[in-house]
């Protein structure tokens, strides 16, 4: 049902105000001057990392001390390649190459445990995604849980996530193979709806209708697993009614959770996304300006806002506190050892980054041969460790001084202090006696506040792409500003 024009108006007019206030930034220079974006999700980011062996990522590393990791699993197939994606995969029934993908995890599995000298992994959460992780045969599906399940001790894991697509939980398959993942113990399910315009969803190319998306919810809600939904907005052929369209329906349904990115355009992964034709190519459904998509987002906390929602981690909304992602809280605001197994799955440890291949033939040459698929990585230098325990908690929820202090040795608030001076008259950040915060407009374009922290060769953009201000991420980034002059010395 859509909207009457009253209320598409009165949600015009507020986002209008916002996007004032995100021009202003601009001007000082937070926001490079085409209004382009990167996601701050990972530090440095994964596009940058250098060539490394799995010697160098190991080196001189050892377990935490509790012997826990959160545990990342990829699957890089789907039915069909959507607009949007930019990461590898193999599309269409591909089940050869699907079982023997399923050997070859299992063999990672193994030789991690082996080189980690453990029996078991011992997770806090466990996320499995893609790609399509359920676009396997209930068969292949179980093959894979059972022994995944063989190498886990699960006594102290507080969440079991998979991250699917609609087609993935309707039908007779559809429900056999929720019954199978909730035999072993998943109980949340990040459902990929993307939209609810059934137009969107063909220009994404996406294999599924906003009726089939709707009817995957019920069916997860049934089965009793706790439920998100994933939404993309500022993507070609979306309009700011069409967009309010979509929230207004997403906030009348029985998800726990609901989830917006905003389109990237530039590939964050390790694929150039087919979006980007879009800007280039005459004939092409255009993307929403710059404008239209900062409009598009603030109508959207907007209704989520007056439906019951709040924002518990960066982009994610729930209408109880206790509906969370536990794995991206986790890495990403305490900042806990995550592995990942699978082509293109990263492990994320205390002081150091790894990245696997992006190939199919590597990563079953390197199994082949007894070598863990890592191909790019980087240790962080205490300076890059600074940064990175400050950008990835601030982004996604804030910081605590004392774990950045517990982490880094240094005191939070003596380090960037012209940069937090800045960001603060802004109107972007709030320090209190035990953490530094995101304002509600720094929550807004949390991504850029978190990358004023980069070192500047890991900027996303260049220097004359930003406006010559006070907020241009350029301006106090030298390592004596993480450090300060003491420890410059003596580092």
Known sequence: ?????????????????????????????????????????????????????????????????DGMMDIYVHFPFCAQRCLFCHYPGKVGPQEEEKEKYVTYLEREMDLYLEKLGEQKLKPRSILIGGGTPTYLSPKLLERFLGYFARRVDFSRCRQFNYDLDPMS??????????????????DRLTIGFQSLDDQVLH?????????????????????????????????PGQTFENWVDV???????????????????????????AVIQNRTKAGK??????QETMMMKQAALDILTENGYHENLRRVFSRQSRIYSHYAYNQCCNLYDQIGFGITAFSSFRDRFALNTQHFKEYYEKLDHGLLPVNRGYVRDREQQARWALILPLKNRDVRKKDYKKITGLELDQVFTEKQKYLTEAGLLEDTEK?????????????????????????????????????????????????????????
Not at 19 to 47: A, M, N, W
């Open 1 to 65: 049902m859509k909207a009457d024009k009253t209320h598409y108006q009165d949600l015009r007019e507020r986002a209008a105000e916002r996007f004032r206030q995100i021009e202003r930034l601009q001007e000082q220079g937070l926001i490079c001057k085409q209004g382009d974006f990167v996601p701050s999700v990972h530090y440095p980011p994964i596009t940058r990392y250098p060539d490394v062996t799995e010697d160098f990522i190991l080196k001189d590393y050892t377990m935490p001390e």
């Open 169 to 186: 939980l309707i039908g007779d398959e559809g429900k056999e193979k929720m019954e199978i993942m909730k035999a072993y113990g998943v």
């Open 203 to 235: 220009i994404m190319n996406r294999g599924h209708g906003a009726a089939q998306a709707v009817e995957s919810l019920y069916a997860a809600s049934e089965m009793g697993f706790d439920t998100n939904i994933e939404f993309i907005y500022g993507h």
């Open 247 to 273: 929230v207004e329906e997403a906030v009348k349904l029985p998800a726990d959770e609901i989830q917006l990115y905003r389109l990237k355009v530039q590939a964050y992964g390790d694929m150039q996304g």
């Open 285 to 290: 459904t255009p993307i929403p300006d710059f």
């Open 435 to 491: 953490k530094l915060s995101l304002t509600e407009l720094g929550k807004f374009v949390a991504d850029e506040v978190a990358e004023q922290f980069n070192s500047v060769e890991f900027l996303p953009f260049p220097e004359k792409d930003y406006a010559d201000g006070v907020l241009n991420p350029y301006r106090n980034n030298r390592r004596e500003d993480v450090l300060g002059g003491e420890a410059v010395e003596t580092d």
